[in-house]
């Protein structure tokens, strides 16, 4: 029988983001294969959480590619990217959480490119006037990962409608990023 890797990867992913502390037996039970089996592919769970990085910073590179940031209003292109990061925003969320992906000098150099690609945007929105000049892009670029994975949370929770995970984020983040009128 031949394992496809990215299924496996993609049901890792998806009981992950709703269980962040599920074992190795628990993650070959969901894609449907033995423990061994898993092993084969992933010798652990460290090896399964990196490779499950690079498909989230795959993806996430996706959706900023299809958004078009350097198109239209900072403002639209914000909501394209928050529209586009939407299927993913599970993984990203369980991603964000793994402290071993961030601690030491073996972080990869994908969340810096998408960093420097999302900061990019929101500079650009404030040299445009769209955007507050007194939050630094670095600091709306870490508020739009806390809401993305906030707002995942809760949809999953059953606490927000997923038919509302684009509006409330763009919304709240909009709101707090806008430049007031009276400035």
């Not at 993609?10 to 070959?28: C, G, I, N, Q, W």
């Amino acid at each position: 029988m031949t394992v496809d890797r990215e299924q496996v990867l993609r049901t890792a992913a998806a009981l992950l983001s709703r269980k962040a502390t599920a074992t190795m037996d628990e993650v070959a039970r969901a894609a449907g294969i033995g423990r061994a089996t898993l092993h084969r592919h992933f010798a652990g769970r460290d090896a399964l959480v990196r490779a499950l990085e690079e498909l989230g910073i795959q993806e996430f590179e996706q959706a900023i590619d299809a958004a078009g940031l350097d198109d239209g209003s900072a403002a639209g292109a914000l909501r394209r990217l928050i529209a586009g990061l939407e299927p993913v925003a599970g993984l990203l969320a369980f991603l964000v959480t793994e402290n071993q992906l961030f601690e030491g000098d073996q972080m990869n150099e994908g969340w810096a490119r998408l960093d420097a690609r999302v900061s990019a945007l929101f500079r650009r929105g404030q040299e445009r006037g769209e955007f507050r000049i007194d939050l630094t892009p670095a600091w709306l670029t870490e508020a739009l990962y806390g809401l993305i994975g906030t707002c995942a949370w809760a949809v999953q929770d059953g606490r927000v409608a997923a038919k509302d995970f684009q509006y409330m984020i763009a919304e709240l983040l909009l709101g707090g990023a806008r430049r007031s009128v009276e400035e």
